[in-house]
């Protein structure tokens, strides 16, 4: 499975997100989801910034944590107006 979808699918799990409320957040398809956390498919890079947004709404530090597993690494999200 690729990094993102990894980090996605723990992420989903761990703040009890559903793929449907990601995909509706997204403004797209569950099935589209549902390939990335299922190792079918991976997400598009330019769509990495989507994915965090959409994750930002339905609880921000699910999106925090989000980017620290898919970078391996601590990021600091700007505060949102």
């Known amino acids: 499975m690729g990094r993102a979808g990894q980090a996605l699918k723990q992420v989903l799990n ?5 793929q449907n409320q990601l995909a509706s957040a997204m403004g797209i398809g569950r099935s589209t989801v549902n390939h990335w956390v299922n190792d079918k498919r991976d ?3 330019d769509t990495i910034p989507d994915i ?3 994750l930002e709404r339905l609880d ?3 999106a925090q944590d989000f980017l620290v597993l898919y ?3 601590t990021v600091y999200l700007r505060n949102s107006p």
Do not use: D, F, N
């Open 14 to 18: 761990t703040y009890g997100i559903s």
């Open 43 to 45: 997400p598009l890079a």
């Open 52 to 54: 965090v947004a959409a």
């Open 60 to 62: 921000k530090a699910s």
């Open 71 to 73: 970078l391996g690494r």
